[in-house]
């Protein structure tokens, strides 16, 4: 088992983007700031989900969009600003934190690091080496995965890693026609399939989908996930982690789960 997944037992809930309580939004709290992934930590949360891209000075941050339009306005795509006028933008928003700050400021947290921009899957690598054992690095982007993981591996050290979405529809594929054995090959090297539980009219997370993963030592994550009962019965399909924008109320969703005695006869 790699060391990201030794944070907490199953099931895990992953922090997306942080925690922004509605108290927190009221006062311009926005999600991946250095102020969501402090509330997170304070939650509870032993894993936080990020994203990152690199600003046009070659600053690897935690921002989900390519541009600054939703989160703070500024129509313009994160690779044609500074960390300083971020960092600016960014202020009165909860502060920016980039990926170097938040593995060395958070020594105690396990992060999911989605890296969405192409020139980040380097940078991003180069910083994560040092904290390889507490990231799970991802892309929906398969080959910029592995440019990312090839930056991050030093020697036999790496981050774990979950699978982009060429390899989650080969599994796909495999578990449509019941083969472990095209499913073995679909995630050689993988550690989680991290997946929304429909894309469309698809299913993708049913208990067999489940239960085949597992058969061949794979964790399964769901995003994103923010209802209390929907999560329960994930989980009740063998569901590894939740991620979730809530995850105040998965921590607690958990613990009354552990602390409710079996039914009789159950």
């Known amino acids: 088992m790699h060391p990201w997944f030794t944070a907490s037992a199953p099931p895990r809930v992953l922090a997306h983007r942080g925690l922004v309580t509605a108290t927190d939004a009221a006062d311009g709290i926005v999600?991946?700031?250095?102020?969501?992934?402090t509330s997170a930590h304070a939650a509870g949360a032993a894993y936080v989900e990020s994203d990152c891209?690199?600003?046009s000075d070659g600053e690897v941050v935690l921002f989900h969009d390519v541009d600054l339009r939703r989160v703070t306005g500024d129509p313009r795509p994160i690779a044609h600003v500074t960390l300083q006028e971020l960092?600016?933008?960014?202020?009165?928003?909860?502060?920016l934190v980039t990926l170097r700050q938040a593995l060395e400021t958070f020594p105690g947290l396990r992060f999911n690091i989605d890296v969405k921009a192409a020139a980040a899957a380097?940078?991003?690598g180069r910083i994560i080496a040092a904290h390889a054992e507490r990231v799970l690095l991802t892309s929906f982007d398969d080959d910029r995965r592995h440019t990312a993981l090839r930056a991050a591996t030093v020697g036999s050290a790496r981050p774990a890693t979950s699978a982009g979405s060429r390899t989650v529809a080969r599994f796909l594929a495999a578990a449509s026609l019941r083969s472990i054995t095209m499913a073995r090959r679909a995630l050689?090297?993988?550690d989680a399939l991290?997946?929304?539980?429909?894309?469309g009219p698809m299913r993708i997370v049913s208990p067999r989908s489940v239960e085949l993963a597992h058969a061949l030592?794979?964790?399964v994550h769901v995003w994103t996930v923010n209802d209390a009962a929907r999560m329960s019965t994930l989980l009740d399909w063998g569901v590894d982690g939740i991620v979730t924008d809530v995850a105040d109320v998965a921590l607690?969703?958990?613990?009354?789960?552990?602390?409710t005695p079996p039914r009789a006869g159950g």
């Open 87 to 95: 960092d600016d933008l960014m202020s009165s928003r909860g502060g």
């Open 252 to 259: 607690d969703m958990i613990a009354t789960r552990s602390s």
């Open 217 to 219: 030592g794979v964790e």
């Open 31 to 37: 999600e991946n700031s250095f102020a969501a992934v």
């Open 122 to 124: 380097v940078p991003a």
């Open 53 to 55: 891209h690199l600003t």
């Open 188 to 190: 050689v090297g993988v």
């Open 194 to 199: 991290q997946v929304p539980e429909r894309h």
